[in-house]
């Protein structure tokens, strides 16, 4: 089976996408490298992907025929190949995007924790203004608490986001 016979999946031209960025790659170039095998709106949101796997641009390499120069950053790289490497096992189309789902989630989930402390913090500053002391040191004491699971939460989950 041949490269053009082949229709890859947004994961692979994820992977691919990478993998030319690893030496640098104009945006031009991906497009005219993957037409074959893949529509530009396949390729366009590999792109958008894989810049969640490290990919990023070089302002001052932007060039007005060739468009966009990207290249990736070799750690996040590294990260995206290993979760390729052990999606094997789970059979897994759509790698890229479940990572991508499974980022958003642990952003969200730090968003939360982090406002429901600060919203603790000013209920309870409120409580203790308005004269309620019992209330008002219980919900700063709410507010430490989720301060403090977020900034574990945050610790463990920074080399993920």
Avoid at 38 to 57: E, N, P
Wanted: contains cysteine; proline residues 2%.
């Amino acid at each position: 089976m041949t490269l053009t016979s082949q229709r890859l999946s947004v994961s692979e031209l994820t992977a691919r996408v990478l993998e030319m960025a690893q030496t640098g790659v104009y945006r031009e170039l991906i497009f005219q490298a993957f037409q074959p095998v893949a529509t530009k709106r396949q390729i366009r949101s590999a792109i958008a992907q894989a810049k969640q796997f490290g990919l990023h641009s070089v302002a001052a390499l932007r060039d007005s025929e060739l468009g966009t120069y990207y290249q990736a950053d070799p750690a996040r790289y590294q990260l995206f190949q290993k979760a390729l490497s052990t999606s094997a096992l789970t059979n897994s189309e759509d790698l890229a995007q479940q990572l991508i789902h499974g980022t958003q989630a642990i952003k969200t989930m730090l968003f939360v924790v982090a406002g429901s402390a600060l919203g603790l913090f000013g209920i309870g500053s409120l409580c203790l203004l308005g004269g309620q002391t019992q209330t008002g040191s219980l919900l700063w004491l709410g507010a430490a608490l989720a301060g403090g699971i977020w900034a574990v939460q945050r610790t463990v989950a920074k080399p993920l986001v």
